[in-house]
């Protein structure tokens, strides 16, 4: 399975913006990028995925690198309600289990 | 509103029973998922289901079982074989299996074993 290493923690100010970064050094040709956060006692939320291009929805930005081997989630003002775990995942529909598999993720600390 | 429902929120239970964990989905989506969560851990993948009336299983199947008889309902049963069953439990769902294809997921049931 392909694997993402993401920063344990990451602290930010409130209005400002947020860079979480997140490798995958180990990316297939075919392997979609998805990110995700999660609140405490919550389920994860979608957030955001792509597969080369940069992408851009109401959330947030995701930018990959041109060769695939890490991306950058962007939050462009966070807020205090940004404060969450942020998963970077691989989706890898390759053979065994399907799905998502979450590694321990990013604790964002927004600071107000 | 579409989304998925899993129910009770807190659950507890004494050592050496079983219990059903209820997941219904209204997004008419093909493909179902069981996650287990660990304190201060990511999720981990129980079992899957991408139609109705199959099932996989996924990285840690052993001691629980499901079932997918509709397309909306994907239960889990965690079994009295299930070693460490106290966690938080969350389930899934997606439109296809495939890459392109985002999880939503429900709030999950806090499960207690004493």
């Known amino acids: 399975d392909a694997k993402t290493t993401q920063p344990n923690s990451m602290e930010s100010n409130e209005e400002e913006p947020v860079h979480l970064p997140c490798n995958h050094s180990?990316?297939?040709?075919?392997?979609?990028i998805h990110w995700y956060r999660q609140l405490p006692s919550q389920g994860p939320e979608y957030v955001i995925h792509?597969?080369?291009s940069n992408v851009n929805n109401r959330m947030a930005s995701l930018a990959i690198a041109e060769d695939r081997k890490s991306s950058t989630l962007i939050l462009h003002r966070a807020t205090l309600r940004d404060a969450a775990v942020y998963y970077c995942?691989?989706?890898?529909?390759?053979?065994?289990?399907?799905?998502?598999?979450f590694g321990k993720g990013t604790h964002l600390i927004i600071q107000p | 509103d579409g989304g998925i429902t899993q129910s009770p929120k807190y659950l507890f239970r004494k050592e050496g029973q079983n219990v059903t964990l209820s997941c219904e989905q209204n997004?008419?989506?093909?493909?179902m998922y069981w996650y287990r969560q660990d304190p201060g851990q990511g999720l981990r993948l129980i079992y899957y289901?991408?139609?109705?009336?199959?099932?996989q299983k996924g990285d840690i199947a052993e001691g629980y079982s499901v079932s997918r008889e509709k397309k909306e309902s994907f239960p889990l049963t965690v079994t009295s074989a299930q070693k460490n069953p106290t966690a938080f439990y969350l389930c899934?769902?997606?439109?296809?299996?495939?890459?392109?294809?985002?999880?939503?997921f429900g709030n999950g049931t806090r499960l207690t074993v004493t």
């Open positions: 899934a769902s997606s439109p296809h299996r495939g890459q392109n294809s985002p999880l939503h």
């Open positions: 180990t990316i297939s040709g075919t392997d979609y």
């Open positions: 792509g597969l080369t």
């Open positions: 995942i691989l989706r890898d529909s390759g053979g065994g289990a399907d799905g998502l598999t």
């Open positions: 997004l008419n989506h093909d493909a």
């Open positions: 289901s991408q139609i109705v009336n199959d099932f």
